[in-house]
C-alpha cells in the first residue's frame, strides 16, 4: 500500500534561517507522482509542486527548493531565507490509482513556525 | 486559475440531524474528492467521483454518501451527524490523468 511518512512534527525557526522539511515514501508503483502543499492558518491547500517519479531533477522556485531521490523514495522540500509568512502546515503527497486517474495519499503534515 | 468553493467555511449542527457539505468547481475538472483533516492524522479520503453520477468509497467513507448530479457540483452528505464527525472538511477536484487536486478553503464542521 501507498505510504507518506513525515517524521517532523513541528519545526520552529527563526527568521531567515533555512528550513528542510522531510517526505518518505512507499509505492510499488514504477509511475507516481509527488506533490507538496501549504496550508496557511486561512485552511486552504495551497499546491505547490508536482513531480513525477521519472523527473528526479531537483527544482528550485525563489526561496523554495525540492530533491527528489529516489534511491532513498524521499522527496524533501527546503525553504532558504525563511520568512514569517512560510508558518504555515506543509503536506506531502504521493499519488495512486488506476490510468487516467489518481488519488493522493497524504503524510500526516509538518507544522512550520517562523518567528521573526 | 482553478477555483474551488464550499458553501460554508464554518458550521454547527446537532447530533442527529442531517447535513450537507457543497463543493462547485469552475474548471470542467472530471473529478471531484472530499476528505475529512483532523490532527495529527493528515487528510483521509472520504469519497471521490470521477464522472456524474459515478462516485467511489475511500478510506473513511462510514456514516457519509456523496452526490454527484452536475460535473461541477459534488455534495458530501452526513445522514445522521454524531460528535466524532467534528472535523475540518475539504473538496478538492483534478482533471484527467495525473491531474493536480485543488482544494477549496474547508469547512469547519462542529457537531454538538
Known amino acids: 500500500a501507498q505510504k507518506v511518512t513525515q517524521a517532523q512534527t513541528e519545526i520552529s525557526v527563526v527568521e531567515k534561517e533555512d528550513v528542510t522539511l522531510d517526505c518518505v515514501y512507499e509505492?510499488?508503483?514504477?509511475?507516481?507522482?509527488l506533490f507538496w502543499y501549504k496550508q496557511p492558518p486561512s485552511g486552504e491547500l495551497v499546491f505547490l509542486i508536482r513531480r513525477n517519479s521519472f523527473d528526479e531533477q531537483n527544482e528550485i522556485s525563489g526561496r523554495y527548493s525540492w530533491n527528489f531521490q529516489k534511491s532513498t523514495s524521499s522527496f524533501n522540500f527546503t525553504i532558504t531565507a525563511s520568512q514569517v509568512v512560510d508558518s504555515a502546515v506543509y503536506f506531502c503527497a504521493l499519488s495512486e490509482g488506476r490510468r487516467g486517474f489518481q488519488k493522493l495519499v497524504f503524510g500526516t503534515g509538518t507544522r512550520l513556525l517562523v518567528s521573526p | 486559475d482553478v477555483k474551488v468553493t464550499q458553501s460554508s467555511r464554518y458550521l454547527v449542527k446537532r447530533t442527529g440531524e442531517k447535513v450537507f457539505l457543497e463543493c462547485v468547481q469552475d474548471m470542467d475538472h472530471e473529478n471531484m474528492f472530499w476528505y475529512r483533516q483532523d490532527p495529527g492524522l493528515g487528510l483521509r479520503l472520504i469519497y471521490f467521483s470521477y464522472d456524474v453520477k459515478m462516485k467511489e468509497k475511500g478510506d473513511i467513507p462510514e456514516g457519509y454518501s456523496v452526490s454527484r448530479e452536475k460535473k461541477e457540483r459534488f455534495s458530501l452528505i452526513l445522514e445522521s451527524a454524531s460528535t466524532n464527525q467534528t472535523s475540518m472538511y475539504l473538496c478538492?477536484?483534478?482533471?484527467?490523468?495525473?491531474?493536480?487536486?485543488?482544494f477549496g478553503p474547508g469547512t469547519r464542521l462542529t457537531v454538538l
Open positions: 509505492t510499488r508503483d514504477t509511475t507516481y507522482y
Open positions: 478538492a477536484s483534478s482533471g484527467g490523468g495525473p491531474g493536480t487536486q485543488y
